[in-house]
């Protein structure tokens, strides 16, 4: 515990990890009282259409007749359950693909590489747009979604940890490993992961902040999660697909633009202070620069 | 005259370059050496003369091109990888202190982990047992690593350490890859005194790799001197280290400078060839730099002869020449 203590003592002295960490508890929180909404997500016309933003409702109606404030709720909560899928099982293609060709190396290595640069050279928002078209019936699912983003996100990361593991095969602390008699299975898992985790980590955030970009792109084209579910990309595409700057509605429009700005500010800061944090000699940096 | 560990023919070939310039690099070259029981033996050489990438081979992580390591007359399979049995009885000592543990674990788990994944004991009273009684021989105790992160311990403790770590199941063969270059001057006796007292003690044999020939000829029985992957000399370490035979050992033995202030260190020492060139030489790699090299050097490989106990890599030996 004391250990979790420090490390947040040293985050906390920068500013953007403040932010950001307050941004994504209140984000978090939003996303955890759609569970005590009294309006149902996908139901129209349950409150008078086009209220401006009052007490009752605090972000207004929609011209659908829905209470936009309890409808952020759920779109934040939607948003995030793709984010999450994304980035977890992305990190563990990433993890798993880049440890095996790092540690294992010869033809395994060159298959798995191969495949990697493959997905990672693929134009994969027109492939993501034909497979939404094709399967729209399976895409339309928030986990599925989440799923179809690991497929084409794992590339890079893969990379980046099977470079990592490359370089710490060869230490000498490995082969101590080996002569003390330990499986390839432990040496991975008690040795090496240690040092990868750090990047599972920033990298997860980042890739949650490129899944719900991509969701906000792929619902924007009318693809994806089913229109009528609200994600912060369907809440962005139903406004303005009803014309909603045109009927003066500007918070039903204004609602998903600023939560997907606050969101991936919170997220894009999270991910640099805390890589900062794990990076000393970009932490020393910052601090000698603030002198 | 038993043999503990016996290599022949050794030889790692290494290609380098692009797909479309390759060249090959013999790293090792037809490396044949044994050890007997109780017996320190010193493999010296230069740095990048194949005497780390034999202890690889040796112990599993490389795989040789051809050759074969016999383990107390039982052939070992070459190939890379586990070596279960075979690491039960011959460990290792790695050059650097500082990168033999893991930072991110207490210096205390990969002894745990040399006890368990050996069976030594799986009581952990026993274990720690077992752990202090050997660290005693180093002059260390558990309480010093106990919970300690190895950045908390000073080379020296960390080397002597690794050391305790290798001799915790009892191994017959150590192979020590330059354990005492990155340790002052002052531990760098001790620890080699620490082979010769184990040596005689308990019997263990010692494969001591290093470019010093200093320590070399005080602790090793005998020694065999490392050029460009290939045994240029190798005999019983008075023999080899007082009376050099062959130009090369004579080379090494002049680089030692003498502790005479009268004395000018005036020799003048020339490099005509890269490591790289010298690696693709054709005949004896030593030629380019051979005071005394002659025609046939430059064609062909010397064959291995037997002078006074010594075998010698030289043409200059060679009787059907002359």
Redesign the interface.
Same mark, same amino acid.
């Not at chain 1, 082969?175 to 330990?182: A, F, I, K, N, Y």
């Given at each position: 515990m004391g250990k979790i203590k420090a490390i947040f003592y040293d985050l906390f002295k920068d500013y953007r990890f403040i932010i950001a960490f307050i941004v994504v508890l209140l984000l978090t929180f939003l996303a955890i009282l759609s569970i005590f909404s009294p309006y149902h997500p996908q139901r129209m016309y349950q409150v008078t259409r086009g209220l401006s933003p009052s007490l009752q409702h605090p972000l207004g109606t929609n011209w659908l007749g829905q209470d936009v404030f309890w409808q952020l709720t759920f779109a934040i909560k939607n948003s995030l359950i793709i984010a999450i899928v994304a980035a977890f099982f992305s990190r563990i293609i990433a993890v798993v693909v880049g440890i095996v060709s790092g540690y294992k190396g010869g033809t395994t290595d060159r298959v798995l590489t191969t495949i990697g640069d493959t997905t990672m050279v693929l134009p994969f928002l027109i492939i993501l747009i034909i497979i939404s078209m094709i399967l729209k019936d399976w895409t339309k699912h928030l986990s599925n979604l989440g799923l179809l983003l690991a497929f084409f996100s794992w590339a890079w990361d893969a990379r980046v940890i099977r470079s990592q593991v490359l370089s710490l095969r060869e230490?000498?602390?490995i082969?101590? #490993?080996?002569? #003390?008699?330990?499986s390839?299975f432990k040496i991975v898992r008690?040795?090496l992961l240690?040092?990868v985790l750090p990047i599972v980590f920033t990298t997860f955030i980042n890739n949650m902040s490129w899944a719900i970009g991509m969701e906000i792109t792929l619902a924007y084209l009318g693809l994806g999660i089913d229109p009528t579910v609200p994600t912060i990309g369907t809440m962005l595409q139903t406004a303005i697909y009803r014309q909603a700057l045109f009927l003066g509605l500007w918070w039903w429009l204004a609602t998903p633009i600023v939560t997907a700005i606050l969101l991936f500010v919170a997220l894009y800061w999270l991910s640099v202070s805390i890589s900062e944090y794990l990076d000393p000699r970009a932490r020393f940096q910052r601090i000698g620069l603030r002198k | 005259m038993k043999k503990i560990l016996e290599i022949q023919n050794l030889t790692k070939v290494y290609s380098i370059g692009s797909l479309f310039s390759r060249s090959k690099i013999t790293a090792v070259e037809n490396v044949s050496f044994y050890i007997k029981p109780s017996e320190i033996f010193t493999l010296a050489g230069e740095s990048g003369c194949g005497k780390t990438t034999t202890a690889k081979i040796i112990l599993g992580f490389e795989e040789p091109t051809s050759g074969k390591i016999l383990f107390e007359d039982n052939p070992i399979s070459i190939k890379k990888g586990k070596r279960y049995h075979f690491l039960k009885k011959v460990q290792a000592v790695f050059q650097n202190p500082f990168e033999s543990f893991n930072p991110l674990l207490t210096v205390d788990d990969i002894f745990f982990e040399t006890i368990y994944n050996y069976r030594v004991t799986t009581n952990k009273e026993e274990a720690i047992k077992l752990i202090d009684e050997k660290l005693k021989v180093v002059g260390l105790t558990f309480d010093d690593i106990h919970g300690r992160y190895p950045s908390e311990l000073s080379g020296g403790q960390l080397q002597r350490a690794s050391i305790a770590r290798s001799l915790l199941i009892d191994p017959s063969v150590l192979i020590t890859d330059e354990p005492v270059s990155m340790v002052d001057a002052s531990l760098r006796m001790s620890i080699v005194n620490l082979f010769a007292k184990l040596k005689s003690q308990i019997g263990l044999s010692v494969i001591y790799i290093t470019h010093d020939l200093a320590t070399a000829y005080y602790v090793s029985d005998r020694i065999a001197i490392m050029f460009r992957g290939n045994i240029v000399e190798m005999g019983p370490v008075d023999e080899v280290l007082i009376r050099p035979k062959h130009p090369y050992t004579k080379l090494l033995r002049e680089s030692i400078p003498e502790a005479d202030p009268q004395k000018k260190w005036d020799k003048e020492i020339t490099i005509t060839d890269v490591e790289y060139e010298e690696y693709l030489r054709q005949g004896c790699k030593f030629a380019g730099r051979c005071p005394v090299a002659m025609e046939i050097c430059k064609k062909e490989v010397p064959k291995e002869i037997l002078v006074d106990d010594v075998l010698v890599k030289c043409h200059m030996y060679d009787k059907n020449f002359e």
């Open positions: 230490r000498e602390f082969l101590v #490993s080996v002569l #003390s008699g330990m390839t008690k040795q240690p040092h | -």
